[in-house]
């Protein structure tokens, strides 16, 4: 059974500044370049079942100068649609939501017709990512690889691990870092969780 590996895209100016970004295709800062590059370690030499990234640049990107090849694009590992809370903090939300939770409450409509997602719905397309690659991983034993965004990813290791997907509140995850998610006695576990380029340890 292969490990399912989670990359975070490298740092943007919203990512910086604590900014929901989801449909806002933002290119990487110079440091989320370097941190980008400074994951090829991880991945140099390796080959994978599956590389799948999210459309938006900013993940592309990162495949890219971490140096993983082969990389598909898929639309299910899109950040979570944030709607009407598009580039805003969640410092701003509680001003006039002081109780506000993104992963109980969900985000409101935008002006423009976007509803946004609740929590439900983004699991339900980590669910769909996840029974796609069940099958890549249950292969040869090689690794499946997602470049996505933090809510996301978060999501997904919810799922993977049998949790609803609000449980991802659980997992921090920061810019350009590396997550495995493996399987002990044939059930998925956290078996290393926001590596960065910088630490040490990687195999």
Avoid: C
């Amino acid at each position: 059974m292969g490990d399912l590996i989670l990359v975070r895209h490298g740092e943007t100016e919203w990512s910086l500044s604590g900014r929901h970004t989801s449909r806002t295709d933002l290119p990487l800062t110079h440091h989320g370049e370097e941190q980008a590059k400074s994951l090829a370690p991880f991945f140099a030499g390796r080959s994978f079942a599956r590389v799948l990234t999210s459309p938006l640049d900013r993940a592309v990107r990162t495949a890219e100068l971490a140096g993983l090849t082969g990389a598909v694009t898929d639309p299910d590992l899109h950040e979570w649609d944030y709607g009407g809370y598009e580039g805003i903090t969640t410092v701003e939300i509680h001003r006039s939501r002081p109780d506000w939770d993104l992963w109980s409450d969900g985000v409101p409509s935008a002006s423009d017709g976007s509803r946004g997602e609740s929590p439900r719905e983004v699991g339900e397309r980590a669910d769909r990512v996840l029974s796609r690659v069940d099958a890549a991983l249950r292969g040869d034993g090689e690794d499946v690889v997602l470049v996505a965004h933090a809510h996301f990813l978060r999501v997904v290791t919810a799922r993977r691990l049998g949790l609803p997907p609000q449980q991802g509140r659980l997992f921090r995850l920061a810019t350009g870092t590396v997550s495995r998610l493996s399987t002990e006695h044939g059930r998925p576990v956290i078996a290393t969780w926001n590596e960065s380029g910088t630490s040490h340890g990687h195999h």
